[in-house]
C-alpha cells in the first residue's frame, strides 16, 4: 500500500480509528486474537481487546501525526489509566474471565507524510491502576 499525503486530511476522529485498525493489524499478525474493539461500560472504553493466549489484553492505542509535538504513548497519563482499569474490571465481570491473567498494553501509531506508518508495541506498559 502506497502512504501518501492523505494523514494531514484526516481529522482527529478519523486519525483515531486509522490507527486503532493498524495497532489491531500489527497486534493479529504477531498471534493476538481480538476480543473487543472500542469495549464501552459506565466505567470507560478501551479501544483494543485482545486475546494474546492465555492473556487478555486491554490496549490503549495512540495515534499522532509525525509533525506532532509528543510521543504518542505520553498521552496515556495516570487518569486515563485509572479508566481503562476500571473498563477492564467491567470486561472481566461480565465475560466472566476474572480468573484470567491479564495485562494493559499501549500501541503507539505514528504517521508520516509519505512513509509507511510507524507501530511502537509497549507490552505491559501499566499495571491496573487504583481508582
Not at 53 to 69: L, S, W
Request: with cysteine; glycine share 8%.
Amino acid at each position: 500500500m502506497l502512504w501518501g499525503r492523505r494523514y494531514a486530511r484526516l481529522s482527529k476522529d478519523q486519525l483515531g480509528r486509522l490507527g486503532e485498525k493498524l495497532g489491531a493489524r500489527f497486534l493479529r499478525r504477531r498471534g493476538h486474537r481480538v476480543l473487543a474493539r472500542n469495549y464501552t461500560c459506565t466505567a470507560g472504553e478501551i479501544d483494543l481487546i485482545m486475546l494474546d493466549a492465555p492473556t487478555v489484553v486491554f490496549v490503549e492505542v495512540k495515534t499522532r501525526r509525525a509533525d506532532g509535538a509528543s510521543w504518542p504513548e505520553d498521552a496515556v497519563h495516570t487518569r486515563k489509566r485509572r479508566r481503562i482499569t476500571a473498563a477492564a474490571k467491567c470486561y472481566l465481570k461480565q465475560t466472566g474471565a476474572e480468573a484470567r491473567p491479564c495485562r494493559f498494553d499501549v500501541v503507539a501509531v505514528v504517521l508520516g507524510e509519505g512513509r509507511k506508518p510507524e507501530i511502537e508495541h509497549f507490552v505491559d506498559a501499566f499495571g491496573p491502576t487504583p481508582r
